[in-house]
C-alpha cells in the first residue's frame, strides 16, 4: 500500500532510523560511512523523507565560505522513481540559500541526475573547500570516480531543470557552462577552403 511522503527537518530521535537507511544503501549509493553519533549530533541539518518511517534522507552540510555539501542523499529502493530523491534536493537548496549560502555542491558518480536540476559538472579543483575539507583525508582522493557539481544559489530562485546554473569560484561569477555536455560535429569543407574549423554542437 503506497503511503504519502512528507518532507520534513530531521530530529535526533531520527538519527537511528536515518543511519539504518544509508548503512542498507552505501554500496549502491556510494555514500560515505557516518555513525549513528554524527547523525544524532548533527540531526538539523538532515531533510527527511516520512511515509510513516524514514524511507529518504539528504543532508546540507556547510564546507565554509559561502559553499554547502549535499550530502548522504539516499531514497530507500521502494520507494524510488517518485522524485523523492528530487524534492530532498530542493529542499537542502532552499535551506541553503536561507541559510546565506551562494553555492551548492554535490559529489557523485551520477552527475546526470543533478545536471537536470540545474547543476553544472566542474572540475574538482573548483570546490577546493571540499577537497580540504574531505578528500583531503580520503583513502579514495584522486580515484574516488566522482563527479564534482555546483549550483549557484540567489534569494527567491529555487533548483530549477534542463539549464545550468553559474559557478562561483574565487568570489567571482563564472557565466553558466553551455551545455554540459558538448561534442564537436566537424563539417565537411571544400578542399582548400580557408579557416575551415569545426562546429560544435549541443549533445
Not at 548503512?23 to 544524532?40: C, F, K, S, Y
Not at 580515484?143 to 544559489?153: I, M, N, P, S
Amino acid at each position: 500500500m503506497s503511503h504519502t511522503v512528507t518532507l520534513r527537518p530531521a530530529c535526533a530521535g531520527d538519527a537511528v532510523a536515518v543511519h539504518r537507511l544509508i548503512a542498507a544503501n552505501m554500496e549502491i549509493g556510494h555514500l560515505l560511512p557516518r555513525t549513528i553519533e554524527d547523525i544524532e549530533r548533527h540531526a538539523g541539518r538532515f531533510i527527511v523523507a516520512d511515509a510513516g518511517e524514514i524511507v529518504g534522507c539528504a543532508e546540507l552540510a556547510p564546507l565554509g565560505s559561502g559553499v554547502a555539501e549535499v550530502r548522504s542523499l539516499v531514497v530507500r529502493e521502494d520507494y524510488r522513481g517518485q522524485r523523492i530523491g528530487v524534492r530532498l534536493v530542493e529542499e537542502v537548496a532552499t535551506a541553503a540559500t536561507a541559510d546565506g549560502h551562494s553555492t551548492l555542491v554535490a559529489f557523485t558518480h551520477e552527475p546526470s541526475r543533478f545536471v537536470r536540476q540545474g547543476f553544472t559538472i566542474v572540475p574538482h579543483m573548483w570546490v577546493p573547500e571540499k577537497i580540504a575539507h574531505d578528500c583531503t583525508a580520503c583513502a579514495l582522493f584522486r580515484r574516488c570516480g566522482q563527479h564534482a557539481v555546483t549550483l549557484a544559489l540567489r534569494p527567491g530562485v529555487t533548483v530549477r531543470p534542463e539549464r545550468p546554473a553559474a559557478v562561483i569560484y574565487g568570489g567571482r561569477s563564472v557565466a553558466p557552462r553551455r551545455p554540459n555536455v558538448e561534442r564537436l560535429h566537424l563539417r565537411q569543407v571544400n578542399e582548400g577552403a580557408p579557416d575551415a574549423v569545426p562546429e560544435p554542437v549541443t549533445a
